[in-house]
T-cell receptor, first 112, second 114 residues
């Protein structure tokens, strides 16, 4: 089935450790996005990529890093520089034209 | 991208129509209006989008005012499963490699009551 997959669903890490969240899509979409969502809040854009080997900062990029080596994959690394990393992270992808974005089911990261 | 404004919360009785408003007074001529919804702890789900004309699909109807400065999402017969956060966003439909940001606001929490 075509879709966008995030893994793992739940992730626990110790404070000070870097952690990488996976996002894979088989929809042949060029654009991919990472969002952070805190309890009771909307989605805030972290990074986005419009094409392989290219990405741009969103509204809250500090403490995060990404790569886009393959069209299908857009991993997000939460670094130790992120002051408050515990959150729900969502990945999305989008194709050309007036098409909708498809979202993964999210990864809930808890840093202890 | 044009900014959108939505009420923070709304209630609706089960079986009645839910009408969710969105203001996008700075929308540009080439920007589409999209609606998504997010059920608790899941990824947002696409509902519908439109440019100028009203649109209808199996989930909802979208009414866009003639000046395009506001729109209304209509769930014709709301059920308890429609309880969710509804997001209205505006976005240019582009081709090539120019996709740009996809920015969400706070959305409207719709609660459907029995």
């Amino acid at each position: 089935d075509g879709g966008i997959t995030q893994s793992p669903k739940y992730l626990f890490r110790k404070e000070g450790q870097n952690v990488t969240l996976s996002c894979e899509q088989n929809l042949n979409h060029d654009a991919m996005y990472w969002y952070r969502q805190d309890p009771g809040q909307g989605l805030r854009l972290i990074y986005y990529s419009q094409i392989v080997n290219d990405f741009q900062k969103g509204d809250i990029a500090e403490g995060y890093s990404v790569s886009r080596e393959k069209k299908e994959s857009f991993p997000l690394t939460v670094t130790s520089a992120q002051k408050n990393p515990t959150a729900f992270y969502l990945c999305a992808s989008r194709g050309q034209g007036a098409t909708e974005a498809f979202f993964g089911q999210g990864t809930r990261l808890t840093v202890v | 991208d044009a900014k959108t404004t939505q009420p923070p919360s709304m209630d609706c009785a089960e079986g009645r129509a839910a009408n969710l408003p969105c203001n996008h007074s700075t929308i540009s001529g080439n920007e589409y209006v999209y609606w998504y919804r997010q059920i608790h702890s899941q990824g947002p789900q696409y509902i519908i989008h439109g440019l100028k004309n009203n649109e209808t699909n199996e989930m909802a109807s979208l009414i866009i005012t003639e000046d395009r400065k506001s729109s209304t999402l209509i769930l014709p017969h709301a059920t308890l499963r429609d309880t969710a956060v509804y997001y209205c966003i505006v976005r240019v439909a582009v081709g090539g490699t120019s996709y740009g940001k996809l920015t969400f606001g706070q959305g409207t929490i719709l609660t459907v009551h029995p």
